[in-house]
């Protein structure tokens, strides 16, 4: 058994122990909250002083995936995102805006803060359909994607040009379902006449016609018999070949009958002439091409 004084001094230096270990202890921690502070401060002063803006659109906005729709047209949608903390764009506003291009079908914007701040836009663009114009005889004033989506070509001037051709008015609208139904009533028809559609006529919702290489079909009105009256050319395929060339069009808007109409001798010579006139200017041209070959053979041998 320890005596009083060696209990007293046991005791003495477990207090003397304990308080070393406080101080090493309060020292320790004085020197992490220190060090937290040094990083808060150091993250509080990058958000201020360092350059989390773009500043310049054409190297801090990248785009991919646009063909037709020009990169300019997408980066003026996004020249308010210049001068701007990246943290405070949103890319879904970004991407509603982009959307709203008639030739972009989806568009997807990605921020980056490293190695500099910077946006990333993946494009996916309409699917050209058909084209559209006023009339036979008018311009192309617009595309029609596979969407239904109609396409201006004036703000979009290098968008492809589908040779399928629709007739109907500049603020003609198409559903998808519409644009998928055409899809398949065209491929009936090809496979029927042996033809290829090259026209839709729309501009009278109640006299819709389709325009072949050599045949014109009146349809009517666009109804849920539509297939049903289309199904019904096969049982004139033979009178339609017989008459090829003669017919001006075939009316299916009817449910009993198919009338033909023909041509009349004036017409008919109209197009003789004109079918001679287009076969002499191919033949001049193809002898003007022939003669200029002949002139680069003799001087290549010269």
């Not at 008018?138 to 201006?152: D, F, K, L, Y």
């Not at 079909?217 to 049903?228: A, M």
């Not at 096969?234 to 017919?247: F, T």
Request: hydrophobic residues 40%; glycine residues 4%; proline residues 5%.
């Amino acid at each position: 058994m320890l005596s009083p004084e060696k209990r007293r001094a046991w005791i003495k230096s477990r207090r003397d122990q304990r308080k070393a270990a406080r101080q090493i202890h309060g020292r320790r921690q004085t020197v992490r909250m220190v060090l937290l502070l040094a990083v808060i401060t150091t993250c509080i002063a990058s958000f201020i002083y360092l350059p989390w803006c773009m500043s310049d659109i054409d190297r801090d906005i990248k785009v991919r995936g646009n063909i037709y729709v020009s990169t300019d047209q997408i980066k003026s949608l996004l020249a308010e995102s210049l001068h701007k903390p990246i943290f405070q764009v949103d890319p879904s506003k970004l991407e509603k805006k982009i959307a709203g291009l008639e030739g972009v079908k989806h568009v997807f914007v990605k921020r980056a803060a490293f190695p500099r701040p910077q946006l990333q836009v993946e494009v996916l663009e309409e699917f050209p359909w058909a084209t559209l114009s006023s009339g036979p005889e008018g311009t192309n004033e617009a595309v029609i994607a596979e969407s239904g989506r109609v396409i201006p070509l004036s703000k979009f001037p290098n968008f492809p040009q589908p040779k399928l051709k629709i007739y109907g008015p500049s603020n003609l609208k198409m559903m998808p379902a519409a644009v998928k139904q055409w899809a398949t009533w065209i491929s009936y028809i090809e496979k029927q006449v042996s033809q290829s559609v090259t026209a839709i006529d729309l501009r009278k919702p109640f006299d819709v016609a389709v325009e072949t290489e050599h045949l014109d079909l009146k349809l009517g009105t666009l109804d849920n018999t539509v297939t049903e009256r289309l199904g019904r050319l096969v049982s004139i395929i033979d009178v339609l070949n017989s008459y090829k060339g003669k017919l001006q069009h075939v009316d299916l808007a009817l449910d009993n009958n198919i009338p033909l109409k023909m041509h009349s001798a004036a017409q008919l010579k109209a197009m003789e002439e004109a079918a001679r006139r287009l076969a002499e200017r191919e033949k001049r041209l193809a002898g003007k091409v022939a003669e200029e070959e002949g002139e680069d053979e003799a001087i290549e041998e010269i």
